[in-house]
């Protein structure tokens, strides 16, 4: 990186810390610290929440679905617009009147302190391990990049966004997370304005997108019913949507941040600005990736994007003489698609079908001899790393992750390196330090309080929760320092969320709308579904079933619904009754 990368990536992050701790230098209480003083904006609580959800795996990862897969990644938010609105309507008021710290705290006075506690203590191993991989995943990628110590890029992130969320609380992460909303999405333009420009002269925006349609790669709706996909309309509207509302609606990280609204009406705007710009917001950066595909269909793309991984490649004969014989045919590929190309843009420019076909047939058989190749290479990878795993660390084959930040470091000018590097660490801060907040201040309201109640002073407990954000931070440095990549990092974060988010969703809907369920059959319902989401995922793990793990938030909590509404059945030995919380 040049001077002036360092100067600019630096200068942005500091500027954003300096006005956060500026912004937040009278806090001086406990409640302050945990919820501000309940004073935010709707725009400060929306820009806050999405930028509590867009870690640096959001823009690391996105633009990697987008390469390998198009933008089909983009129905995983489909069912966001309408968690907004159900939480805004049941959910909201609830938390207003009863005037809580925590979301949990609303389940001990609902139910008891058994299934406050458990609640708590899901949303803190899973909002634990997701800390440690918000951390760890920008760490490894800039590390590898920009050739960092990775322990040391490590402790960069950590010590920045500890120091800011221990001196402000939670007014520091809603003020620095609207200027970082800023930065990620003037980065995002930039980028997508030097993607264009990097087009060869005679190839168009529109002359990209027409052949990016005939890959395959515009392909946005999948209306196959189908389980085991990840990614269709089915999966995101019913398991995406179930996700969405447990985040959103009793994940600590988010509630702090809509809890802190001058008003309910302030904060149900701030959910649902989040609800309307979020699937904007990673359909553009889905965009973005797709452009980076398409440059690359211009300009010769890496047979392999992480820089780590070739050069083990390169450092033992056997294996070099076998990736030089990949790369030859490699290339030979990527000449062949360059004539494919043009030839079907000659042919879309004068609606020559016939030609559109041939070719379109053509360039579908030479993408797929593209991914034989790669293929080729992650085998050789796997080669080395079972060969050589005593001299070098465990070898993740996947590239996906590599594929923006190899564009931004290889490709963009000078000076705007540096922007785009402020655009990831910016969004490893903010969500960063969202979930530390959290963490906190659960641990602090949800056990510590709770245990020692009015005989400590509103000063110890606000040095109590500084004391646990540092503690929580140096467990996520912890974690972060000994973690390692999944197959995709925004899945593997998904991924823990939904091993934990169905049980919690379906606890608060018992809550809310069961009312003649009782705080036992609640206990040993969320014990029971929790178990069971827990092994549908290790058989899925293990090939004995299939299933895609958005899924996993739907069963969750119908499991919750059903087994707790059967035991409070057998208890009182007549139907339960449906009614809301609010009447």
């Given amino acids: 990186m040049s001077g002036i990368d360092w100067m600019v990536m630096l200068g942005t992050l500091f500027a954003i810390v300096a006005y956060g701790i500026y912004k937040t230098r009278n806090v001086s209480s406990a409640e302050s610290f945990i919820l501000g003083d309940r004073d935010l904006k709707w725009y400060t609580i929306g820009l806050s929440i999405m930028a509590t959800q867009a870690s640096a795996i959001t823009f690391l990862s996105t633009p990697g679905q987008a390469f390998d897969d198009g933008m089909g990644f983009?129905?995983?938010?489909?069912?966001?617009?309408?968690?907004?609105?159900?939480?805004?309507?049941?959910?909201?008021?609830?938390?207003?009147?009863?005037?809580?710290?925590?979301?949990?705290e609303y389940l001990e006075q609902r139910f008891d302190i058994r299934v406050r506690q458990f609640t708590a203590f899901l949303f803190l191993l899973g909002r634990g391990l997701a800390a440690g991989i918000t951390i760890y995943a920008p760490a490894i990628i800039l590390s590898i990049i920009l050739g960092w110590n990775l322990w040391l890029t490590i402790v960069f992130i950590g010590v920045i966004v500890i120091a800011y969320t221990m001196f402000g609380g939670t007014t520091a992460v809603s003020q620095t997370q609207k200027q970082q909303m800023i930065i990620i999405m003037g980065g995002l333009v930039v980028a997508f304005i030097v993607l264009a420009s990097k087009f060869p002269v005679d190839v168009s925006i529109g002359d990209a997108m027409n052949v990016a349609g005939k890959m395959g790669k515009l392909e946005i709706v999948d209306l196959e019913f189908d389980p085991s996909n990840r990614y269709n309309i089915w999966t995101a509207l019913f398991g995406g949507t179930f996700l969405f509302l447990s985040y959103f609606g009793t994940d600590q990280s988010?509630?702090?941040?809509?809890?802190?609204?001058?008003?309910?009406?302030?904060?149900?705007l701030g959910l649902l600005f989040n609800g309307i710009f979020k699937v904007p917001m990673q359909f553009g950066i889905l965009f973005v990736g797709l452009m980076v595909f398409m440059f690359y269909q211009f300009t010769k793309p890496p047979i392999h994007f992480n820089p780590s991984n070739m050069s083990y490649l390169n450092s033992k004969v056997e294996y070099k003489d076998s990736l030089d014989t990949y790369q030859k045919a490699f290339d030979e590929v990527f000449d062949l698609k360059q004539v494919e190309i043009q030839s079907m843009m000659a042919a879309i420019d004068i609606d020559d079908e016939s030609t559109i076909s041939s070719s379109q047939e053509r360039l579908v058989a030479l993408n797929q001899k593209d991914k034989q190749l790669r293929s080729g290479v992650d085998s050789l990878l796997m080669s080395f790393g079972a060969k050589y795993a005593d001299e070098v660390p465990k070898i993740d084959k996947d590239d996906s992750d590599f594929v923006f930040i190899t564009f931004v470091m290889q490709h963009l000018p000078q000076g705007l390196i540096g922007l785009l590097l402020a655009v990831i660490f910016s969004a490893a801060m903010s969500s960063t330090a969202s979930e530390l907040n959290s963490l906190a201040s659960c641990t602090t309201v949800d056990f510590y309080k709770r245990r020692f109640g009015d005989s400590k002073s509103d000063?110890?407990?606000l040095n109590a929760t500084k004391l646990f954000t540092l503690g929580w931070g140096l467990t996520a440095l912890l974690f972060a320092s000994f973690a390692s990549l999944y197959e995709n990092l925004i899945e593997f974060v998904n991924i823990i969320g939904s091993l934990f988010y169905g049980t919690i969703l379906g606890i608060f809907v018992l809550a809310f709308f069961f009312r003649?369920?009782?705080?036992?059959?609640?206990?040993?319902?969320?014990?029971?579904?929790?178990?069971?989401?827990?092994t549908i995922f290790a058989l899925d793990h293990y090939g004995v079933i299939e299933i895609a793990y958005l899924w996993l938030n739907l069963i969750g909590c119908f499991i919750v619904l059903i087994v707790g509404s059967a035991l409070s059945f057998l208890d009182n030995s007549k139907d339960l009754k449906f009614v809301s919380q609010q009447e």
């Fill in 74 to 104: 983009a129905q995983f938010y489909f069912g966001l617009p309408i968690a907004m609105v159900l939480l805004c309507v049941f959910v909201l008021p609830i938390y207003y009147r009863l005037k809580v710290y925590t979301a949990y």
């Fill in 254 to 268: 988010q509630v702090s941040r809509y809890l802190s609204g001058k008003s309910l009406t302030e904060s149900r």
């Fill in 459 to 461: 000063t110890h407990y």
């Fill in 516 to 534: 003649k369920v009782g705080a036992k059959a609640a206990f040993i319902a969320a014990i029971v579904g929790e178990l069971i989401v827990v």
